[in-house]
């Protein structure tokens, strides 16, 4: 065979096996939390029309906007610290494809505005009682806000160590002066 010929055939071969589409297949089964509602295993991420964020079901985290962009957090802001995610609803994101619900948010703030309530929900597990199912990441959250505002010590009055100590039925976690 022609050596010229056969650098061609050799060249084809391999730019045809370059050019193959690959495709990636996610096969992790991701477990939604226990407060997200039943038959929908599959979904990615649930919109929170009360508290305008989103949560993402395969990282575990709470989208929001706080300080002029989209956050990624293990739990919602302080202002919802009372918020049951058992009880509220969700607005289950079945159709959307990607890994940035929040580019859907000016639509879905106008569908589902704050108070929307749309067929009921069952959730996933039994609502243990307590409001926030973050409690201790949001109590060391705000351990370092406090700290880094230069505040130490932190009051026993203070109105959040109040909620968590009745909520908890005990001592905070924090250093109380």
């Given amino acids: 065979m022609n050596p010229l010929k056969l650098i061609i055939i050799v060249m084809a071969l391999f730019l045809a096996s370059a050019a193959q589409a690959q495709v990636i297949v996610d096969t992790k089964k991701y477990s939604p939390p226990p407060w997200g509602p039943v038959g929908y295993d599959d979904v990615r991420f649930y919109y929170l029309p009360d ?4 949560y993402d079901v395969h990282l575990s985290l709470f ?9 990624f957090r293990s739990h919602l802001p302080l202002q919802y610290y009372g918020y049951d995610l058992y009880s509220e609803y969700k607005v289950v994101m079945t159709n959307y494809v990607g890994y940035t619900p929040y580019t859907q948010f000016n ?4 569908k589902y505005p704050k108070g929307y309530r749309g067929k009921p929900q069952k959730t996933i597990g039994e609502n243990p009682g307590k409001q926030n199912t973050n409690l201790d990441s949001l109590v060391n959250d705000y351990s370092i806000i406090k700290f880094i505002k230069g505040e130490n010590e932190i009051n026993e009055n203070d109105s959040l160590i109040k909620k968590i100590n009745d909520n908890e039925g005990g001592e905070s976690k924090m250093n109380i002066k």
């Fill in 51 to 54: 508290v305008e964020a989103y």
């Fill in 63 to 71: 989208i929001y906007y706080e300080g002029g962009t989209w956050v």
């Fill in 107 to 110: 639509k879905q703030k106008i």
